[in-house]
């Protein structure tokens, strides 16, 4: 499966873009690009272009929703296999939040680049929502956005391998180029949530969920908000022989009380009644080692329950957070037990 990339165009105004343009965009392979004009127009309150810039790029951070997201100047001829060489490689670097492609010249050999130009530059969408693109005193906005993602512990550089190239401004004043790509915003079809090329770097997850007895009326739509968070895992200890079909991010295990009882008592020495399943959630911070078998080969694991509806978790338990914290839950002093918050801890 191609990954798919959010391609947003910045652009001065409405001209059709320049040929070489159009075409480094055309020639890029490997990759599925949706494509996305914005125009960084200047408004009569603009202190200097900066601000029209800024203002596009936090425009453009907005559109799509695919887990790649490259801005493209308008002067920027993009070299073969640019987009995919850029995200094949910063799919490997679990802690890069971006990566660009050095069309100015300004990476040096064996050192870490100060400043990225962001004309030819893929982010991680989880990073690129963590910055506000803004310039402040003699920082541009590619500057202010390269400090704020090492604030957030992302790292940012180029990458020598993918190529592209500046257009001389003459080039640019005087292209009376046509454009399809340059007219609208192009559409490949709708995205298919349960699959997220972009995360397959980001830190593993796999959520815990306890539930005896017969699956709720709702049991479905918790599991198609399963299956719509591909990049995190989930294991449901039940039961039930009858559970219904499962997405492929999700596992069953098959366990009665009785036998719940004893791993408990094998597992932490303690002899339990268990009056009532709903006291196996006393047991959630356990989880852990309770089920350690079954969460080996996963970085991160968490407790949740299944009377939720699930929105987007790595927008939260992105990679900058989990690489901060050990703990993460809703409650500052201590660990809170509600379906709506998760508990993640290092296996």
Same mark, same amino acid.
């Given at each position: ?45 603009? &202190?200097? !272009?900066?601000?029209?810039? %800024?203002?596009? +790029? @936090? ?5 799509? /929703? ?96 993918? &190529?592209? !190239?500046?257009?001389?401004? %003459?080039?640019? +004043? @005087? ?5 399809? /790509? ?103 911070? %356990? ?61």
């Amino acid at each position: 499966m191609k990954p798919e990339v959010d391609l947003i165009v910045l652009v001065r105004d409405a001209r059709p873009l320049h040929p070489e343009v159009e075409r480094g965009i055309r020639l890029q392979r490997e990759v599925q690009l949706r494509v996305h004009r914005v125009c960084g127009k200047s408004l009569p309150d603009d &202190r200097c !272009r900066w601000d029209a810039i %800024a203002r596009g +790029r @936090n425009e453009g951070k907005l559109r799509g /929703t695919a887990p790649w997201v490259m801005f493209l100047d308008d002067d920027v001829v993009l070299g073969p296999q640019c987009i995919s060489s850029l995200v094949g490689e910063i799919a490997k670097r679990p802690a890069y939040g971006a990566l660009g492609a050095d069309y100015l010249g300004q990476a040096r050999p064996g050192r870490v680049a100060p400043h990225v130009s962001m004309g030819a530059t893929v982010f991680r969408r989880e990073a690129l929502e963590q910055v506000h693109f803004a310039w402040r005193e003699k920082r541009c906005e590619c500057q202010v956005c390269c400090d704020e993602l090492r604030r957030y512990f992302w790292a940012i550089d180029y990458y020598s391998a993918a &190529r592209a !190239r500046h257009l001389p401004k %003459a080039k640019i +004043r @005087n292209s009376l180029g046509t454009s399809s /790509t340059s007219r609208q915003t192009s559409h490949h079809g709708a995205i298919d949530l349960r699959l997220d090329c972009g995360t397959a770097t980001l830190p593993s997850v796999c959520l815990v969920a306890c539930y005896m007895g017969p699956p709720p009326g709702w049991i479905n739509h918790y599991l198609m908000s399963c299956a719509y968070n591909p990049s995190i895992d989930f294991l449901i200890v039940t039961d039930q022989n009858n559970f219904p079909e499962v997405p492929k991010n999700v596992r069953v295990k098959r366990m009665s009380i009785s036998s719940f009882k004893e791993l408990v008592q094998e597992k932490i020495g303690v002899k339990v009644g268990l009056s009532h399943p709903r006291k196996m959630c006393d047991f959630k911070p %356990a989880y852990g080692h309770l089920f350690e078998e079954d969460l080996k080969g996963w970085d991160y694991w968490g407790y949740t329950d299944i009377d939720i509806i699930y929105g987007d978790i790595r927008r939260f338990l992105c990679v900058a957070m989990l690489q901060k914290y050990d703990v993460y839950t809703a409650r500052r002093n201590f660990l809170w037990g509600t379906s709506a918050c998760f508990a993640i801890t290092p296996t």
